[in-house]
């Protein structure tokens, strides 16, 4: 049948017009009896294509005419794990709770997907669907781990709220704090600590990203909680072995980046003044 024929790649209209959003142009050719379940030679199906780009009302024809949602690709994901790494939450609603927990080949499920990208709508409505937190990755790793590397906030936020655990490690030993903090992402290290993760007592590698440095570019809160506990130390032993829990080779090289820190605080503060008296001799003139 034409409507079958299939390009170099296996894909067939129906692919192609699924991928570029062709409501009109999926519904013709499954009307005249094409496939909804054809798979390209990657295993992907026209389904994954329209969830990958979006296409919610392409993906509901696909649907309608006995589109299968379980079905995988060659990297073992479904239009699922599609839909939440790009975060196309609104495709959820069709295709929940099909293969909600399912596994690609490097473990992953779309929480974990969605979780890696910082999609927090899309991976609120996983959850509110009954998504799982416990599958791990060939490596170990979870969704709270995935989030806390790439340092997204809010991500982290909404699965704490949903009992994530902060303290769990990878196969490599590694925790969501750990990872953070080695990625540099002093935001993320902060709002970990201030939710319970545990500093490993080994201490913890902090990692600058402004100036590449092997230090962490401490965000003022941090640098404020830090300069506490310097001050708390009894001893220079004491305050020594302080900083190297927080990856820094001693207590001098922690009170610089506090200082730096301190002092890029008050610079933000002195650029804000500035600009509100700037505002006001504005009004004043009349401008």
């Not at 989030?147 to 590694?174: C, K, S």
């Not at 401490?218 to 900083?243: H, I, M, N």
Request: charged fraction near 20%; proline fraction near 3%; hydrophobic fraction near 45%.
């Amino acid at each position: 049948m034409e409507a079958e024929a299939a390009g170099r790649e296996g894909e067939s209209a129906v692919h192609l017009a699924s991928l570029l959003g062709h409501e009109e142009v999926v519904k013709a050719l499954l009307q005249a009896g094409a496939s909804a379940n054809l798979a390209a030679l990657d295993g992907k199906t026209a389904l994954s294509h329209a969830c990958y780009r979006g296409h919610l009302q392409v993906a509901r024809s696909l649907l309608q005419h006995r589109a299968r949602c379980d079905v995988v690709d060659r990297g073992q994901r479904s239009p699922l794990h599609w839909a939440a790494e790009t975060g196309q939450e609104a495709l959820l609603d069709i295709l929940l709770p099909c293969s909600l927990d399912a596994q690609d080949l490097q473990g992953w499920t779309p929480l974990m997907a969605t979780a890696q990208q910082g999609h927090v709508a899309t991976a609120r409505r996983l959850l509110e669907g009954k998504a799982s937190l416990e599958p791990q990755g060939l490596d170990g790793e979870t969704a709270v781990m995935l989030a806390a590397l790439n340092g997204h906030i809010e991500m982290l936020r909404l699965l704490v709220i949903h009992r994530a655990d902060l303290n769990q490690p990878a196969g490599d030993g590694m925790t969501p704090l750990k990872l953070a903090g080695e990625a540099g992402h002093a935001e993320a290290v902060q709002r970990l600590l201030a939710m319970g993760a545990e500093v490993p007592p080994e201490g913890l590698a902090l990692k600058g990203q402004a100036d590449s440095s092997d230090e962490l570019a401490l965000t003022a809160s941090l640098a404020r909680q830090l300069s506490a506990e310097l001050k708390s130390a009894a001893t220079l032993e004491a305050a020594d072995a302080l900083a190297r829990r927080w990856g820094f080779d001693d207590a001098q090289r922690l009170l610089g980046a506090v200082s730096a820190a301190e002092a890029h605080e008050l610079e933000a503060h002195l650029s804000l003044l500035k600009e509100w008296v700037g505002h006001r001799a504005c009004v004043k003139q009349g401008l």
